[in-house]
């Protein structure tokens, strides 16, 4: 049977409840420039795939459909843009957590491909902590953060983390050739910002992305691969859940 809500009947969620699927895996996308060669529903495609793969590893979790807005303010200028105000994007979550609970679920995963979401979640794992004190909440802030598992599979293949970047680079590219191939513009890749991040860290926060990399890069998208994207995710979903289990 499915596990995906917006597939499923009420009597058949009653059920699942009923036998002890009492965990949510909200996936949280974006919809916001990823180079000239992504779509801007990356984040929201990857965000659905790394909850499908936890989900396989946790067969008791009902799976949310995606939220493909997020906060995204950093990319401004770069036309396509949606965003939602911080406290926006909380309310949101918070409501939708507050009817979970009203139908049995225990705990609550928030899955965000995109890590601008970050501080929105912690607003809202504040606020249900607060509202609804039974819930058990995981919120991992961010997936594209260059985790070790990430930077693991990458080096042994020889790509560095300035390579897989941290936005639309080898890592993102990777994990859509994985994904969904035809919607990355191969031939459109080119590298982006591929020096320290820390150097362009007070940039990015005070005037985005665009003052830092012009084409909307960090990282190297050209020398992407369709099978180290795949293990890409399957590593990072292996680690999710390994840190959720340690709960
Ligand atoms: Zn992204």
Do not use: K
Request: with cysteine.
């Amino acid at each position: 049977m499915t596990h995906r809500l917006a597939d499923m009947t009420w009597p058949e969620v009653a059920a699942a409840v009923a036998a002890g699927a009492t965990t949510v895996i909200l996936p949280l996308g974006a919809t916001e420039q990823h180079g000239p060669h992504l779509p801007l529903g990356t984040d929201t495609i990857r965000a659905v795939a790394l909850a499908d793969r936890v989900a396989a590893r946790l067969p008791t979790a009902l799976i949310a459909p995606a939220l493909p807005v997020g906060c995204s303010d950093e990319h401004a200028g770069f036309p396509g843009l949606l965003s939602l105000d911080t406290a926006t994007l909380a309310g949101v979550i918070v409501d939708c957590a507050r009817r979970m609970v009203a139908w049995g679920v225990r705990r609550l995963v928030v899955l965000s491909g995109h890590g601008g979401n970050a501080t929105a979640l912690a607003l809202a794992a504040e606020r249900m902590r607060n509202e609804m004190p039974t819930l058990a909440l995981w919120l991992p802030t961010a997936l594209r953060e260059l985790d070790a598992v990430i930077v693991a599979v990458a080096a042994s293949e020889a790509i560095t983390p300035a390579q897989i970047g941290s936005h639309a680079g080898d890592g993102e590219t990777s994990e859509m050739l994985a994904l969904s191939p035809a919607l990355v513009r191969r031939e459109a890749a080119e590298v982006g910002y591929c020096g320290e991040f820390a150097a362009i860290l007070p940039t990015l926060r005070t005037l985005g992305l665009q003052a830092v990399t012009p084409n909307g890069v960090l990282g190297d998208p050209t020398v992407a691969d369709a099978a180290r994207g795949a293990r890409y995710l399957d590593a990072y979903a292996t680690a999710l859940v390994e840190n959720l289990n340690a709960l």
